[in-house]
Each structure stands twice: as structure tokens, then as C-alpha cells.
């Protein structure tokens, strides 16, 4: 299983992605969780995590901060994770990294045969669709 978050800052969407995979493993899953930069100033939770024994891999362009640039790096850099370890599910959580996770899964099973492709899941945390992005990007979240 890969699960990819935008960021591990302290937080619920944060605390919720190493719990649940702290859960997931203690049942037996394998599961790897993919996260980006945290933005200036934000407490993070990678060392818990790490400590926790989650297998954790940093993409450095992936983080909440909009940039086409950065965002096409994260991209191809969570496609490259998601084809070198074909996971049966990929999960993703929060808007960007639901996107490009998502966009990534989308491309990675239609190069699989049905009975080899990724169940995909994606779970929203908050009410990102007031006051959070500008109206342009409300737009682009919602057709996401």
C-alpha cells in the first residue's frame, strides 16, 4: 500500500495518516507513506513517525504550496514510487498530494490488466472548499 500526504506538519490530517498506518501494519499490512515540505514555521511530525517504525519516504517538491514547476516534480516522482512498488491500494490524503496521488494512480492502472490494478482511495480531512484556496483554485480542488 502507498499513501502519499502533501505534508506531515503537526496536525490532524498528520496524526491521522501515522496512526492509521501504525494500525495497518500491526495488522499485517505493508504500507509506505509518501509526504512533502512542510511550510515555514510548522512543527513536524516526521521523527514520531519514523520512531513509530513507518516506512517514510520524503519527496521534497510535494507540499501544500501551489507551483507548477514543483507540483510537475512531485508528480513524476509519485508516479516513479507507485510503478517501482505496485501497490494493491494507494490512498491518498488532503487536496494537492490527493491530485497528483490520484493522477498518478489513474495512469499507473491503465498500464495494469484489470486483475493487477490499484484499488484507489482518497480521503478528505477538513473543509477545504471555504476560505483555504482562492476561488481559482476552489475550482481546480473541485474538478480534481
Known sequence: MVRIIARLNVGGPARHVTLLNAGL???????????GALDAGEA??????????????????L???????????AFLSVLRRI????PD??????AKAGALGRLAALIYNATRRRSSRALVV?????????????????VAVRLS
Open 122 to 138: 482518497h480521503t478528505f480531512h477538513g473543509h477545504v472548499l471555504e476560505g483555504y484556496f482562492s476561488p481559482a483554485m476552489n
Open 89 to 94: 491500494v494507494i490512498h491518498t490524503h488532503t
Open 44 to 61: 513536524s511530525l516526521e521523527d514520531p513517525a519514523r520512531a513509530s517504525g513507518i516506512p517514510l519516504a520524503r519527496e521534497p517538491h
Open 83 to 86: 510503478l517501482r512498488e505496485r
Open 25 to 35: 501494519q500491526a495488522r499485517g499490512h505493508e504500507t509506505l507513506l509518501m509526504y
Open 63 to 73: 507540499g501544500r504550496s501551489i507551483s507548477a514547476t514543483s507540483d510537475l516534480h
